[in-house]
């Protein structure tokens, strides 16, 4: 059981934040701040999510992209980070599972997902 401060606290972070309902399977681009010396820039992160976790301020997601020589990366990012400035929803994914780490495995057309029909 939290404390009721520290549970008031995290409430009061949560709310700051707008952040959009996506879930496994779905294409996201992030808008990635990333400081380099003095300067900031921010980059942009685009991918499938392959799950999430936690709640509330502990909440986590991890994306996968294919990269460059068709490697995989795979970043995990906290839903209520400081250095996250934007989440855009791509394309809703159909997927049967919470946790998409079979994807891992899978080249090509294989690792294809079947958009989400509205």
């Known amino acids: ?22 879930r496994a399977g779905d294409n996201l681009r992030l808008g990635v701040e990333i400081k380099e010396g003095e300067k900031k820039r921010v980059q942009t992160f685009e991918g499938v999510v392959i799950g999430r976790s936690g709640n509330g301020v502990d909440a986590t997601f991890t994306i996968r992209k294919l990269g460059a020589n068709n490697i995989g990366v795979e970043r995990i990012f906290p839903l209520y980070c400081e250095s996250l400035k934007s989440i855009e929803v791509i394309r809703r994914g159909d997927v049967r599972r919470a946790k998409l780490n079979y994807l891992k495995t899978l080249k090509g057309k294989a690792a294809k997902i079947k958009e989400l029909k509205k």
């Open 1 to 22: 059981m939290k404390n009721r401060y520290i549970a008031s606290f995290e409430a009061a972070q949560i709310a700051s934040i707008e952040v959009p309902a996506f």
